[in-house]
């Protein structure tokens, strides 16, 4: 969630040009004044267009069926932003209504002019899909918030009902954002580590909300036990978030000793131990260490995630992995062990805690190499 004090990002459209090419562009687009309270955009209807904000500050809200009230605030975009593109993107109806909050002048891009625009100035598409990133940001820390504020009342039900709901709103953006990182590669092929980075995330977002969906409603996942290569699979996972450990002066250290494949749904593993790191980054305040080692023994692969931090408070051993036991953690769900055990579970494996001396963490996740299911 965005603090207070936090001054929050402004995406524009136009960021990236010079002067000059901005003001031509401007003088082929029409400036249109809304009093305060009017209706700019009305959701379900069909999008022909997308706006500018010259001045003042619009209000993104959304009807929800058998709710009270039955509207529901979005977020609200001030001057420099742009609202009113999913449309043009997907397609698809209107998904929200915009409301001016004061008096406001927007600048309206028809969609052919819009198309023109992508295509002639790559730079606008990119800035799209910043905004996008940002917005789909946003939205994963008021899931979180949602989710959190459900769980304190204890009602799954609900829970699953609203996972479903975003998740299912979610995919849309997911897929423009996936889709045009690709099309900004293909136009700046220079860009292909930042474009691939892009939609990796955007496929592990997806893959975090169908698991959190999944463990709420007792789905059990497809395993797809494939053979894995240790060194290859360890390897992934330091560089994709050592760079960030190390930011934060945490050392990041790999020790395998697989020397031999195994066996294992490599996805649903790596999203086990991705949870795993994630809880020892945030329990270490300051600078600490993180390890990770794999030993393969009599049978069974042994993966290993050790920190140096306070490590796991007595009073909540006995129900680690129970649902929505959550320690030190304001946004935390309390879901990110119990769903590590059901894919070790799953797996027909085990994972256990074991505290260090004199502070730290270790869980060890053992799966067994020889499979009957």
């Avoid at 690709?182 to 592990?204: C, S, Y």
């Amino acid at each position: 969630m965005m603090k207070k004090d936090e001054k929050k990002k402004i995406i524009g459209l136009f960021d990236g040009l010079d002067e000059n090419t901005i003001n031509d562009l401007k003088q082929n687009l029409k400036a249109i004044s809304i009093k305060k309270g009017e209706r700019i955009i009305r959701e379900t209807e069909e999008g022909y267009c997308l706006f500018i904000i010259l001045k003042g500050k619009v209000e993104i809200e959304k009807e929800v069926k058998h709710s009270e009230p039955p509207i529901a605030p979005l977020t609200v975009l001030e001057e420099g932003e742009f609202f009113g593109e999913m449309s043009l993107l997907n397609g698809e109806p209107r998904s929200a209504n915009a409301i001016a909050l004061e008096d406001t002048e927007l600048l309206e891009i028809p969609e052919e002019e819009f198309q023109r625009l992508c295509f002639s100035h790559p730079n606008i598409m990119f800035n799209l899909v910043r905004a996008l990133s940002e917005r789909l940001r946003l939205t994963n820390e008021r899931f979180a918030d949602a989710l959190s504020n459900m769980i304190q009342k204890n009602r799954l039900t609900a829970i699953g009902k609203a996972t479903s709901k975003i998740i299912h709103d979610i995919k849309s953006p997911l897929t423009i954002i996936s889709l045009n990182a690709q099309l900004i590669e293909t136009l700046f092929p220079e860009t292909q580590e930042l474009t691939q980075g892009i939609i990796k995330q955007a496929k592990l977002i997806d893959e975090l909300l169908q698991e959190t969906l999944d463990y709420i409603k007792g789905n059990p996942n497809h395993l797809i036990i494939q053979k894995v290569d240790m060194f290859r699979f360890l390897k992934d996972i330091e560089d994709t978030y050592g760079p960030s450990l190390k930011s934060r002066n945490i050392d990041f250290i790999i020790e395998n000793k697989c020397n031999e494949p195994v066996y294992f749904d490599e996805e649903r593993i790596r999203r086990a131990i991705i949870n795993l790191i994630r809880n020892s980054s945030e329990a270490i305040s300051n600078k600490g260490t993180i390890k990770i080692t794999a030993n393969l023994s009599s049978s069974w692969l042994q993966i290993s995630i050790i920190d140096d931090g306070p490590g796991v408070p007595p009073a909540i051993l006995d129900d680690l992995f129970k649902p929505f036991i959550s320690y030190n953690k304001p946004n935390g769900t309390g879901l990110g062990l119990p769903i590590c055990q059901k894919l070790v579970q799953e797996h027909k494996g085990r994972i256990d805690y074991t505290p260090m001396q004199p502070h730290g963490a270790r869980f060890d996740i053992r799966l067994p190499q020889k499979y009957n299911f």
